[in-house]
């Protein structure tokens, strides 16, 4: 006869004794930085067990979520509005389930609109509460940092210089760890195997359209890229797109890229991922992680975003860079050319895209910069970066709370 009070296989009993990490990711690419974190914590003490919130990869680690994780997976005033009821309920969950548990410490990644709201919620409780992934607000907003005093006991900072940048603005416990993007498995794509998997010609140029990971951006941007795509069909007829695609948004762009007259292969395996971007040619993405994914590749690629126009107005007022890429960011010069909101037009992406296809010249000039930003990137001390924020994690669960909040 089974317990009905005994805890379910993989799930954390709320008295475990031993140490406990309740960690939150609210979007997949925060479940990719959560999972390799899991993974070298695990490595590095392999009795600590997990709780909170995460997708496939975290729960391939082991963590049981305490509810799907795509509900949080949301970005941009006006998309968010719908869903405050269910955000406002997933809150209270999560306050709830970490004052039960009473963890050793709190993990938030990413996803700065329900993270920044659950750290605040527990500041009441003894608990140590670490997040990875700075927010930007040296890109945009900068009024916002003040908002953050108290909201966590270390920072982790994907870029280096994001310490100095909070450190000049109070925030002493931040620290840089090396950009996750780089332990990705990018870098071992395999080109044949994709031109095989797909029946591809090697001589046929591949055009990766990378259209967000978020159910609020892939409708604004795939129309975009079909009507891009119809120009360039014109102009190379043997163009080859392809789409990668999360498990969550697959049925999404399958939907909406049925009926087009150029039809992309969807990709949804990581590894045909990694292999496409090896076999591209170049790259029309989104502004946001898969940039830098494509410069590992060594892509050319043209930046593009699109936007509610009333997110849009509000970025524009409070943007404080003249780049929205982290390679023109990162580099200090425009890099790749970057074609946002009123410039996301199929005419003007087509022509980019094309000028890539046929200038030798841009397309090196694009791909000697991207080693350079990349290097940039590396972790600290040799570390992979997920070690490098595992090691910052045991540091802190070891530090006492008085030393941490000395009022």
Known sequence: MVDAGAPVEGEVPLHHHGRVIWILAGEPSGDSIGARLMQALHRIDPTLVFAGVGGGRMEARGLRSLFPMEELTVMGFMEVLPRVRLLSQRLLEAEQDIE???????????????????????????????????????????????????????????????????????????????????????????????????????????????????????????????????????????????????????????????HWAVHPSILTDTEDKHDAIRAADCALTKSGTSILELAIGKVPMVVTYKVNPVSALLGRLFLRLPYVSMINILAGRAVVPELIQHDCTPQKLADEITSLLTDETKRRAQQEAFGSVLAMLEAPEGDLPAVSAAKQVLDLIETPLSELRAS
């Open 100 to 258: 039960l548990r009473r963890p050793d410490i709190v993990i938030t990644i990413d996803s700065p609109g329900f993270s920044f709201r659950l750290l605040k919620r527990i500041r009441k409780l003894k608990v140590r509460r670490l997040h990875y992934v700075a927010p930007q607000v040296w890109a945009w907003r900068e009024n916002r940092v003040k908002g953050y005093r108290d909201l966590w006991d270390r920072l982790l900072c994907l870029f280096p210089f994001e310490p100095e940048w909070f450190a000049g603005r109070g925030f002493s416990d931040a620290h840089f760890v090396g950009h996750p993007i780089l332990q990705s498995g990018v870098a071992h794509g395999d080109a044949e195997r994709f031109y095989k998997r797909h029946d591809l010609r090697p001589t046929s140029p591949v055009l990766i359209l990378m259209p967000g990971s978020r159910s609020s951006e892939v409708p604004k941007l795939l129309p975009v890229f079909e009507k891009t795509l119809t120009i360039l069909h014109e102009r190379f007829p043997d163009l080859q797109p392809v789409i990668p695609a999360t498990s969550g948004m697959a049925p999404l762009v399958k939907k909406m890229v049925k």
